[in-house]
Antibody, heavy 119, light 108 residues
């Protein structure tokens, strides 16, 4: 069974940093591109970042470019999101999601981790 | 960047009724790379439809998708109690993935 479990969310002050993790199991993690997708409270879904299976290709939404860094460790079956210079508008539930057979088609999602940016 | 606009914002229907949700793209979606997701409160989204009309694994056949180019539709033939949720369309197949703003299907 495919499982994606996010962790690392919490309350952080504006300008602060946070590192999210996503632990994957039930599939060959090193064969899939992975993503972070977020959802602000009461709002819709926003794709944040993607990383290819071997980390060769990395993409970011304009809203986070230069502040967030996606990475992965295939030996540990883990995906990460380093978030720096956090703003109030980064407050959201952050989901880890797996690419299906096409780029940015998400077939499995984690349960999400809440990041709150507030003073 | 392709902008996806969903309508209506909210659909109020009774169980057993037919639901028709619309997703319009600001430019043509290549190869019908259009997906639909369902999200219930407190849960992660679930993939329902991809390629505009192909059902994902385990999705009941009361869910169907259609359309091409810039106009796409998700139809739920007969609403079951568990179908009341928010539905998002999404274009994929490129380096980024854009979502529509969502349609809430609520119990009338």
């Amino acid at each position: 069974e495919v499982q994606l479990v996010e962790s690392g969310g919490g309350l952080v002050k504006p300008g602060g940093s946070l590192r999210l993790s996503c632990a994957a199991s039930g599939f060959t993690f090193s064969s899939y591109s992975m993503n972070w997708v977020r959802q602000a409270p009461g709002k819709g879904l926003e794709w944040v970042s993607s990383i290819s299976s071997s980390s060769s290709y990395i993409y970011y939404a304009d809203s986070v470019k230069g502040r967030f860094t996606i990475s992965r460790d295939n030996a540990k079956n883990s995906l990460y999101l380093q978030m720096n210079s956090l703003r109030a508008e980064d407050t959201a539930v952050y989901y880890c999601a797996r690419d299906a057979q096409y780029p940015r088609l998400f077939d499995y999602w984690g349960q999400g981790t809440l990041v709150t940016v507030s003073s | 960047e392709i902008v996806l606009t969903q309508s209506p914002g909210t659909l109020s229907l009774s169980p057993g009724e037919r639901a028709t949700l619309s997703c319009r793209a600001s430019q043509s979606v290549s190869s019908s790379y259009l997906a639909w997701y369902q999200q219930k409160p407190g849960q992660a989204p679930r993939l329902l439809i991809y390629g505009a009309s192909s059902r994902a694994t385990g999705i009941p056949d009361r869910f169907s998708g259609s359309g091409s180019g810039t106009d796409f539709t998700l139809t739920i033939s007969r609403l079951e109690p568990e179908d009341f949720a928010v539905y998002y369309c999404q274009q994929y197949g490129s380096s980024t993935g854009t979502f529509g703003q969502g349609t809430k299907v609520e119990i009338k």
